[in-house]
């Protein structure tokens, strides 16, 4: 079987290999305490789910347009003008399914062979496959622990050449769970206007930050423009299964990336983009109660793992992750997760698995832990860490 050359420089997401793998352990018996996939475990809101149900009794199941129901982009169009504080028509939104065809299908669309794009690494990890697949060079930015995983402005400025096309910024990010401030986005906007370059703004996590207000760089004067919102409902209302997401960028972008949706997968589904617009006309109490779960849990956490020798840990302001710093320990991040992994049956994820600034640093996931399993992962990773630590 011949394969073309070009899926060599696909790479993937490890989250979903690890969350296979610890399935067939808990086939085998083994309880698992899952803190590898990117999820929350609160139930859609009923809500969102009626929508749904009854989208499908009407028969709305049927082709939609390729940049989505009308009547879905119309209320995200609202959202985004009323959050961002900029004007947003439903021309400039595009339905997806999920966030990811969004990273795909911008990149797809603006960036040539040989271009080069600045990506925060460590970073989520389709951001670097999808610029290799099409031959376009990624130029990582490190993101420093040190530096609570804000962008090195001055070497930002220094990566940037005639080649550059376009920078990523995530915020809240994954995995870090940094938050850029305000002043750097104001630093990044000069850049992208001074070079005359996109901005991809994936702001998954916007309404998961537990200190401070979310700012989205496309507020900032001369940004709506050249920037690229990526959003999703699959964190916000934990519809992760549902597969429902949206970008927001100027006119004639949106024409160009409905056509490549059109020539791959034709539309997102009808029904879930019904129970998009539910979700978004729901109480805002209903995101709220998820939050404050999840500070609750990311504050136990932060205080439980404080109990492992030769770790630091970073406090996230935002997202649903801790990226523990294991560096002192001397174990590279492979390692740490195998034994936890095989050992303390605890999934986590390798932090070189979102890039090589990454290394010495290990991913967990509190959005599907209860502060109970939490509890217990600690207690499991502590009659490990001697292994670990030593």
Same mark, same amino acid.
């Given at each position: 079987?011949?394969?073309?050359?070009?899926? #060599?420089?696909?790479?993937?997401?490890?989250?979903?290999?690890?969350?296979?793998?610890?399935?067939?352990?808990?086939?085998?018996? *083994?309880?698992?305490?899952?803190?590898?996939?990117?999820?929350?475990?609160?139930?859609?809101?009923?809500?969102?789910?009626?929508?749904?149900?009854?989208?499908?009794?009407?028969?709305?199941?049927?082709?939609?347009?390729?940049? %989505? /129901?009308?009547?879905?982009?119309?209320?995200?169009?609202?959202?985004?003008?009323?959050? =961002?504080?900029?004007?947003?028509?439903?021309?400039?939104?595009?339905?997806?399914?999920?966030?990811?065809?969004?990273?795909?299908?911008?990149?797809?669309?603006?960036?040539?062979?040989?271009?080069?794009?600045?990506?925060?690494?460590?970073?989520?990890?389709?951001?670097?496959?999808?610029?290799?697949?099409?031959?376009?060079?990624?130029?990582?930015?490190?993101?420093?622990?040190?530096?609570?995983?804000?962008?090195?402005?001055?070497? /930002?400025?220094?990566?940037?050449?005639?080649?550059?096309?376009?920078?990523?910024?995530?915020?809240?990010?994954?995995?870090?769970?940094?938050?850029?401030?305000?002043?750097?986005?104001? =630093?990044?906007?000069?850049?992208?206007?001074?070079?005359?370059?996109?901005?991809?703004?994936?702001?998954?996590?916007?309404?998961?930050?537990?200190?401070?207000?979310?700012? #989205?760089?496309?507020?900032?004067?001369?940004?709506?423009?050249?920037?690229?919102? /990526?959003?999703?409902?699959?964190?916000?209302?934990?519809?992760? %299964?549902? =597969?429902?997401?949206?970008?927001?960028?100027?006119?004639?972008?949106?024409?160009?990336?409905?056509?490549?949706?059109?020539?791959?997968?034709?539309?997102?589904?009808?029904?879930?983009?019904?129970?998009?617009?539910?979700?978004?006309?729901?109480?805002?109490?209903?995101?709220?109660?998820?939050?404050?779960?999840?500070?609750?849990?990311?504050?136990?956490?932060?205080?439980? *793992?404080?109990?492992?020798?030769?770790?630091?840990?970073?406090?996230?302001?935002?997202?649903?992750?801790?990226?523990?710093?294991?560096?002192?320990?001397?174990?590279? #991040?492979?390692?740490?997760?195998?034994?936890?992994?095989?050992?303390?049956?605890?999934?986590? /994820?390798?932090?070189?698995?979102?890039?090589?600034?990454?290394?010495?640093?290990? =991913?967990?996931?509190?959005?599907?832990?209860?502060?109970?399993? *939490?509890?217990?992962?600690?207690?499991?990773?502590? #009659?490990?860490?001697?292994?670990?630590?030593?």
């Amino acid at each position: 079987m011949q394969i073309a050359d070009r899926i #060599s420089k696909l790479g993937t997401e490890q989250a979903f290999h690890v969350l296979a793998r610890a399935k067939d352990m808990e086939r085998k018996g *083994i309880n698992m305490v899952h803190m590898e996939i990117g999820d929350t475990d609160f139930d859609t809101p009923k809500v969102v789910k009626d929508a749904c149900i009854k989208a499908i009794k009407e028969n709305k199941t049927h082709y939609l347009p390729s940049q %989505g /129901l009308l009547e879905f982009r119309t209320e995200i169009a609202k959202f985004i003008s009323k959050t =961002r504080k900029i004007p947003v028509t439903p021309a400039e939104v595009v339905v997806t399914p999920g966030a990811k065809p969004i990273i795909f299908y911008s990149i797809l669309a603006t960036v040539n062979p040989g271009d080069e794009v600045i990506i925060p690494n460590p970073g989520f990890p389709t951001y670097e496959s999808v610029v290799n697949f099409i031959g376009a060079k990624p130029v990582p930015l490190p993101l420093i622990a040190e530096k609570n995983f804000n962008f090195d402005l001055d070497l /930002l400025e220094k990566l940037i050449t005639k080649r550059t096309k376009f920078i990523i910024v995530n915020s809240p990010q994954n995995p870090t769970g940094g938050v850029l401030p305000h002043e750097s986005l104001v =630093r990044i906007a000069q850049l992208a206007k001074e070079h005359d370059l996109w901005v991809l703004s994936d702001e998954v996590y916007d309404k998961f930050i537990f200190e401070g207000k979310f700012e #989205s760089v496309s507020t900032l004067p001369g940004m709506k423009e050249r920037t690229i919102i /990526l959003n999703a409902f699959t964190k916000t209302y934990s519809m992760s %299964g549902w =597969r429902l997401g949206y970008g927001v960028m100027n006119a004639d972008l949106a024409k160009v990336v409905s056509n490549l949706i059109n020539n791959s997968i034709s539309c997102s589904p009808n029904f879930t983009q019904w129970a998009g617009i539910a979700g978004l006309k729901a109480p805002e109490s209903v995101v709220t109660k998820f939050r404050t779960e999840l500070k609750k849990r990311r504050d136990a956490f932060v205080t439980e *793992i404080k109990k492992l020798p030769k770790v630091k840990c970073h406090c996230p302001r935002g997202g649903i992750y801790l990226f523990l710093d294991i560096r002192e320990t001397g174990k590279t #991040s492979k390692e740490v997760f195998e034994i936890l992994f095989e050992e303390a049956h605890v999934a986590t /994820l390798s932090g070189a698995a979102f890039g090589k600034y990454g290394e010495g640093f290990i =991913r967990l996931s509190f959005g599907s832990a209860p502060v109970p399993r *939490i509890k217990e992962a600690v207690k499991r990773m502590q #009659s490990v860490w001697y292994k670990i630590a030593n």
